[in-house]
């Protein structure tokens, strides 16, 4: 994430277009993110702000796109869908989700969810819900005192070994060492 900059803020209280491919910011009391140019009323404070560098940053930190101004660009029916994906599986991470389940909540083949997911993203939606996950355990690492294994049935993944595997994988350190550098 960004800082609010004195710019940054000046930029969303003029609907500056031209700030709108180096930022999105997230209001946190109706949870839409908007490009600085969004022309909807500005009924929010600055405290209210958040600032993210791209859209999964916003999804991952739980916003949803403004239907003003479509931040992320207008949308195809496969980025739709994708899309829409990709949200469930930020509202949902810490449940236990297989490719079946999630082809069968969105009315699709297990295959056209996963090639449509990779075409749009260059990932398969197991690994973007990987990185969900690693995201959100780091912030639990970085803000509680939980231990490593709670924390991984808190992020969906119950299993201690394969946490510790996956995060190593994913953050370059283990579940420890990335706590003791915020403590």
């Not at 993210?52 to 916003?63: A, N, Q, V």
């Not at 990709?86 to 236990?96: C, D, G």
């Not at 991984?152 to 706590?179: D, M």
């Amino acid at each position: 994430m960004y800082s609010l900059t004195k710019k940054r803020w000046q930029a969303i209280n003029e609907h500056d277009a031209s700030y709108n491919n180096q930022f999105l910011y997230g209001v946190t009391t109706d949870h839409r993110v908007c490009c600085p140019g969004c022309l909807r009323p500005k009924q929010f404070t600055r405290k209210d702000i958040e600032i993210f560098k791209t859209p999964d940053e916003s999804l991952i930190h739980g916003f949803i796109p403004c239907p003003d101004c479509h931040p992320f660009g207008k949308l195809d029916e496969r980025a739709s869908f994708v899309l829409n994906v990709k949200s469930y599986l930020v509202k949902n991470y810490a449940k236990r989700i297989t490719l079946e389940e999630l082809s069968q909540t969105f009315h699709t083949s297990t295959g056209v969810l996963h090639r449509s997911f990779l075409l749009e993203t260059d990932e398969t939606p197991q690994n973007y819900l990987l990185h969900v996950r690693m995201f959100h355990a780091t912030e639990f690492l970085k803000n509680t005192n939980l231990s490593i294994a709670a924390i991984g049935l808190k992020v969906g993944i119950p299993n201690l070994s394969y946490f510790n595997t996956v995060f190593k994988q994913q953050a370059g350190l283990t579940a420890v060492q990335y706590r003791k550098q915020f403590n």
